[in-house]
């Protein structure tokens, strides 16, 4: 035969194999028994998703870029580890960068992330483990107290 006849048959052969199918319309199917709960899932899960994010360990490479940044940011993207857009490690893209979403520094892996950051600052400051990545007081001078 020629390609000109076998491609259409073998089109043929196939529709009729899938609208056929193996199974009979009229089969019915049991129900299967289950016994016992299976495996308990997190309460809420994106708590879970968030503390995933947190617990992220940085290779030396990514360290090297993040600490390309001046030491300040550098200490605070260490501290935040992970782009709370894509949610991969600070680094992994090139040096993080940072972005003011309401007055807190945030840290992304690229500028396609930070777009979005920009757009919807709470969202993404909503995602970061809480207390990170530092809008944490400066030490009080030495001398001053309560």
Known sequence: ?????????????????????CSSPDAEVEPVETTGAGPEMPGDVFAAEDAALAQ????????????????????????????????????????PIKVDADGTPVFVCCAGCKGEVEADPAAFLAKLPQGEPAAAEAPAPEGEGS
């Open 1 to 21: 035969m020629t390609t000109r006849l076998t491609a259409p048959l073998a089109a043929s052969a196939l529709a009729w194999a899938l609208f056929t199918g």
């Open 56 to 95: 992220v360990e940085l290779d030396d490479e990514q360290r090297e870029l993040i600490n390309q940044l001046p030491p300040e940011d550098a200490e605070l993207a260490l501290a935040q580890t992970v782009c709370p857009v894509s949610e991969e490690p600070l680094g992994s893209m090139g040096v």
